[in-house]
T-cell receptor, first 114, second 109 residues
Framework: KAGVTQTPRYLIKTRGQQVTLSCSPI?????VSWYQQTPGQGLQFLFE???????NKGNFPGRFSGRQFSNSRSEMNVSTLELGDSALYLC?????????????FGPGTRLTVL | GQSLEQPSEVTAVEGAIVQINCTYQ??????LSWYQQHDGGAPTFLSY????GLEETGRFSSFLSRSDSYGYLLLQELQMKDSASYFC??????????FGAGTQVVVTP
């Protein structure tokens, strides 16, 4: 079974621009979560989508948004980029949501904001 | 609010045993997970504890005490390939997964 894929793998943007990241989950997985990882900060939860509905949201500003399509693929959008948005953005899929949801992570998209 | 505390770094020699502690505070709790991440790699799932006690998977074991809001990951017979970051994560009662800042394990020859 193919793993979680994320595109692009690397991205360089300038302040004020916007960016869209894509995530394709493992076949059959309906839950997709997004995380931001920066050095020393661990993984910060952004949001989770399940069956095209946002199920949970972390403490990030409204510049961060996402969506999920009927085939479970998900996109994350960041508008008006700031220098502090430079990070590794990880997507993870799981077969279900709720109390136990083993996450399968993709390789991430490394975003650099100049 | 929610918070997780784990040590930032642990160093040990090959063949040794390492214990990574994780304490948490949350208003709702389903379970405690552990993930491993090598430099430049994606986090991979190691274990999940929903009930008190010890779960063993090969050289790795994970423990949970819900009454103490505490858990640990035990790495036995350390190998060089175990050098990585280890994250504890809690699943809260809304099904949201919150990660700790991670523990860097350095294995020396």
């Amino acid at each position: 079974k193919a793993g979680v894929t994320q595109t692009p793998r690397y991205l360089i943007k300038t302040r004020g621009q916007q960016v869209t990241l894509s995530c394709s989950p493992i076949s059959g997985h309906r839950s997709v979560s997004w995380y931001q990882q920066t050095p020393g900060q661990g993984l910060q939860f952004l949001f989770e989508y399940f069956s095209e509905t946002q199920r949970n949201k972390g403490n990030f500003p409204g510049r961060f948004s996402g969506r999920q399509f009927s085939n479970s693929r998900s996109e994350m959008n960041v508008s008006t980029l700031e220098l502090g948005d430079s990070a590794l953005y990880l997507c993870a899929s799981s077969a279900r949501t709720g109390s136990y949801n083993e996450q399968f992570f993709g390789p991430g998209t490394r975003l650099t904001v100049l | 609010g929610q918070s997780l505390e784990q040590p930032s770094e642990v160093t040990a020699v090959e063949g040794a045993i390492v214990q990574i502690n994780c304490t948490y505070q949350t208003s709702g709790f389903y379970g405690l997970s552990w993930y491993q991440q090598h430099d430049g790699g994606a986090p991979t799932f190691l274990s999940y504890n929903a009930l008190d006690g010890l779960e063993e998977t090969g050289r790795f074991s994970s423990f949970l005490s819900r009454s103490d809001s505490y858990g640990y990951l035990l790495l036995q017979e350390l190998q060089m390939k175990d050098s990585a970051s280890y994250f504890c994560a809690i699943t809260d009662s809304w099904g949201k997964l919150q990660f700790g800042a991670g523990t860097q394990v350095v294995v020396t020859p």
